[in-house]
């Protein structure tokens, strides 16, 4: 039982790198030579995302200490950011950061050109 928990130990915390940084950055680059802007959107959203919530962690490490599922509750919440079927990173991107940017006077909204 000892080296099952250990084994699954293991394979939890390598997951984390590899669903927060590894894939993320093969799909980033695939992305980026890729044609398709919506791919660069996604992995750009990820990427603001993930530092947002890399500098909460630095901030409430005390206690995120506290919380012992928080490590599992992120390792999902990042799959869903990242996982292509789900476009997670996109999705909160659209709905939250980008309307709090224009709420703020952060992010101008787009003037469309008119035909002169």
């Given amino acids: 039982m000892t080296k099952l928990w250990t084994s ?18 093969y ?5 980026i030579e890729s044609p398709s802007k919506v791919d660069d959107e ?3 959203a990820y990427w603001i995302l993930y530092s ?11 206690l995120l200490e506290w ?5 599992t509750a992120k390792l999902v919440f990042v799959a869903w950011l990242v996982l292509p079927q ?4 996109a999705f909160i991107y659209n709905k939250v950061v980008r ?3 224009k709420k703020y006077g952060i992010l101008k909204p787009k003037v ?3 035909a002169e």
């Fill in 67 to 71: 919380i012992p599922i928080w490590y």
């Fill in 86 to 89: 789900f476009r997670g990173a």
């Fill in 99 to 101: 309307e709090q940017f």
């Fill in 52 to 62: 947002f919530l890399t500098l909460s962690e630095l901030i409430l490490q005390s």
């Fill in 27 to 31: 799909a980033s680059v695939i992305a």
């Fill in 8 to 25: 699954l130990s293991a394979l939890h915390s390598l997951a984390g790198p590899v669903v927060m940084l590894l894939y993320p950055l």
């Fill in 112 to 114: 469309e050109h008119q």
């Fill in 42 to 44: 996604q992995w750009l």
